[in-house]
Nanobody, 120 residues
Framework: EVKFMESGGGSVQPGGSLRLSCVAS????????IAWVRQAPGKELEWVSS???????FYSDSVKGRFTISRDSGTNTVTLDLNNLKSEDTAMYYC??????????????RGQGTLVNVST
């Protein structure tokens, strides 16, 4: 069974930082691109970032320059560093397999998520 376990969320002030982690299991981690997606209250799911099997990274325009994605195949972990956080980054963050023909378009097997709350 494919599983993702996200952690690292919390409450921070605007301008603050967080590190989100996602541990994957139940599939051959090195064979899949992995994405972070988020969903704010009352809004649709939004793609945030993806990392390919070859460590190429991709970001949405809304987070480019502020977020950094990385992966470690030794521990089956994908990390998302969030810097210079803004109130509009408040959302539940999930990781998932990125399975589309283009990055950021189709996802499988989202985890339970970790909540990021950015407020004063």
């Amino acid at each position: 069974e494919v599983k993702f376990m996200e952690s690292g969320g919390g409450s921070v002030q605007p301008g603050g930082s967080l590190r989100l982690s996602c541990v994957a299991s139940g599939f051959t981690f090195r064979d899949y691109s992995i994405a972070w997606v988020r969903q704010a209250p009352g809004k649709e799911l939004e793609w945030v970032s993806s990392i390919s099997t070859q460590q190429s990274t991709f970001y949405s325009d809304s987070v480019k320059g502020r977020f950094t994605i990385s992966r470690d195949s030794g521990t089956n972990t994908v990390t998302l560093d969030l810097n210079n956080l803004k109130s509009e980054d408040t959302a539940m963050y999930y990781c998932a397999q990125d399975v589309g023909s283009r990055f950021g378009k189709a996802f499988n097997n989202r985890g339970q998520g970790t909540l990021v709350n950015v407020s004063t």
